[in-house]
């Protein structure tokens, strides 16, 4: 019901949720529900109507976190028409009031500083983990606090800034596999072949 009542089209920033299953004195388990919003936007309560379906189950596998562990979601692989629809209004969702705040300024920013440097790139190489990007010289500020924000995000890569005369090449190493897809894709105008 949540992502139903969020209006995407005004909400800057990312929308979280989750569930943490904890146990009472007597061993019951409790299940504790967080939503989230870009706190900046939360004072304008950014909600609409929305729209709950309801499909068939029989094409749904639960998602796997790892090898032995699992996701609280399920997808189908089928394409699936829903069996009903359920118009819903912001009022309907029990935690509406609940709703609460992050901060999504640094995310904002990386955002804003990846599209500069995208923009600027004149050469991009992927190799197995290992990708590098020249930019010109001018964007050496950008690239040093993109680097802090992307250590911040991204912890398991490593960064390294190469001068050259009127360019800078940014290396960036041990990408984990959805980071490497990530710069494949918003790169691939200047990867080299």
């Known amino acids: 019901m949540f992502f139903a009542v969020v209006d995407r089209n005004r909400l800057r920033g990312s929308i979280r949720n989750g569930v943490i299953h904890v146990h009472n004195q ?3 388990a409790l299940a504790v ?10 004072p304008q309560k950014p909600w609409c109507d929305g729209a709950l379906y309801f499909f068939q189950r029989d094409t749904f596998v639960r998602l796997k976190l790892g090898t032995e562990t ?5 997808a189908s692989e089928a394409a699936i028409r829903p069996v009903a629809k359920l118009h819903i209004q912001p009022e ?13 300024g640094p995310l904002l920013r990386l955002s804003t500083l990846s599209k500069a ?4 790139a004149r050469q991009a190489t992927l190799e197995h983990s290992r990708f590098t990007i020249t930019v010109p010289a001018t964007m050496r500020d950008h690239l040093e606090e993109y680097i802090t924000l992307q250590q911040w995000a991204v912890p398991t890569a490593q960064f390294t800034i190469i001068p050259t ?3 800078i090449t940014l ?10 897809e990530v710069l494949k894709d918003n790169y691939a105008h200047v990867l080299a072949k």
């Open 70 to 74: 699992y996701a609280n979601e399920w």
């Open 33 to 42: 529900y967080n939503f989230s919003i870009n706190q900046e936007q939360l």
């Open 26 to 28: 007597h061993g019951k």
């Open 165 to 167: 005369n009127d360019e």
């Open 171 to 180: 290396e960036i190493t041990m990408l984990p596999p959805a980071f490497r």
């Open 92 to 104: 309907d969702f029990p935690f509406l009031e609940q709703i609460s705040g992050h901060d999504d």
């Open 117 to 120: 440097i995208r923009e600027a």
